[in-house]
Each structure stands twice: as C-alpha cells, then as structure tokens.
C-alpha cells in the first residue's frame, strides 16, 4: 500500500524551474562572420624590407650627416631604475652653454635640445659637456657656400681630404660612435675582495662607539648637575 504522505507529495505541483531574479538571458552570437574580420600578418616579410628600403633613402637624403642626432646622458626615474643610464631627449641649455655652443645653432648641426630638463648637480652636467665637446671635435661641418669659410666650418684641407678619402670615416649613426654605457654589467660590477685588503675596523666596534656617543650626550645635563653638586658639597665639607 502506498501511504498517504507519499500521496500528498505526488499531489503536490512541480516548482517551476525557469531562471530567477532580473537575469540577462543568455545569446549565443555564432554568426560574426570573423574570417573577414581575423588579422594576418603575412604581409611581415615585405614590411620589413620596405622598412629597409625607407632606412636606406633616408641614409641617402641626409648624406653625408648621420641618419640620428646626438642625444645626452640622462638617469632613469624612480629608485628602482636610477642606477641606470640611457640616452635623454636632449641636451639642456645649462650644458650647450657650458660647451660653448649656441642653443640656435645645435639643432642644424645635429645636436637636440630640450629645453624643459634642468641640470640639478655637477655630475649630470660635467658628462654631457664632456659629450658635447667630444661631438664638436669630431664634427667636419661643410661650409653653406663653396669658398666661403665662416667661423667654425671646416678648413679647405678637412673638406677634400673627405671628398678624397683620406680623411676619418663617415659615421654613419652618431649613437654608435658615441655610445652610452648604461652603467651596468660586468664592466661597472664589483669584483670580489679578500678579507687581507678590508680596511680595518673600529676598536670594539662601530656600533659601540655609536651607542657611547648617544649615550654621552643624552646624560650631558644629568653628568653638569651631578658634577656641580659634588662640588658644592666639597666646598660645603671645607667650611
């Protein structure tokens, strides 16, 4: 026999089991039509002799100065990176004055300049001074007119001594005649050092004399006062 509360449970109506509260339904979306829409990069060996071909008429246009300008020596922001150097937008007005070149006048010979950084200590200045000089000892600057030599252009003798070959190479990108070390590596790393070449160390050590210096003058006034009373009571015990 079946029992009545088994009864009362088949009575009972199905829940209804369609999904509840304010719920997106869901769209399945299978027709986007992506293979028209899908990015190759077939194109990537063309592009890179196109990108070749560019670097090429551009070395051609601009010869015979260098296809880069020269850039200055700056350090990377934060704590995390400033151990590091690399090459800056361009030299400050502070350094091109320093080198004794005018501001109007670096831009033509391949020199950049930025005029919103600010030299804040000696050794960001004395480096890119030292570069900037290097740079104009090494520059051979064509006069604008055959024959007619200004100030600072090179000599008849440099000019075809270029034109001939015999003079120094033509640099072809100015980074890689001036280079910048970015400061690390195994060049700017510290060697090992044996304990024989340590410097000697202080006598019962640092941190004693440290604490003994704190010490001595946290108890200045205590050390006076106490003094004093001494004395005044010897003086006392005399009378």
Not at 107 to 129: A, C, K, Y
Not at 138 to 164: C, T
Request: hydrophobic fraction near 35%.
């Amino acid at each position: 026999m079946v029992s009545p509360d088994l009864v009362n449970m088949i009575a009972e109506p199905v829940e209804d089991l369609t999904i509840k509260h304010n719920q997106q339904i869901q769209h399945n979306h299978f027709r986007k039509d992506w293979q028209r829409r899908v990015r190759t990069h077939f194109d990537q060996p063309g592009r890179k002799q196109r990108r070749r071909n560019a670097r090429v008429t551009k070395a051609a246009a601009v010869a015979p100065r260098p296809v880069d300008k020269l850039r200055p020596i700056v350090r990377c922001p934060t704590i995390k990176y400033n151990r590091r150097v690399r090459a800056g937008r361009g030299f400050t007005l502070a350094e091109l004055k320093e080198a004794g070149i005018p501001r109007k006048l670096a831009p033509t010979i391949g020199i950049s300049v930025d005029t919103r950084r600010q030299n804040l200590s000696v050794e960001s200045l004395t480096p890119n001074v030292a570069r900037l000089k290097a740079y104009r000892a090494r520059l051979i600057l064509f006069p604008r007119r055959v024959g007619q030599h200004k100030n600072g252009d090179a000599s008849a003798e440099e000019v075809k001594a270029h034109h001939a070959g015999t003079g120094p190479a033509r640099v072809h990108r100015t980074g890689a005649a001036l280079p910048i070390s970015s400061g690390l590596g195994r060049d700017t790393a510290y060697a090992e050092v044996k304990k024989s070449e340590l410097p000697t160390g202080e006598e019962g050590g640092a941190y004693r004399r440290l604490r003994t210096a704190r010490s001595d003058a946290r108890l200045v006034g205590v050390r006076e006062k106490r003094a004093k009373a001494k004395a005044d009571e010897s003086a006392a015990a005399k009378k």
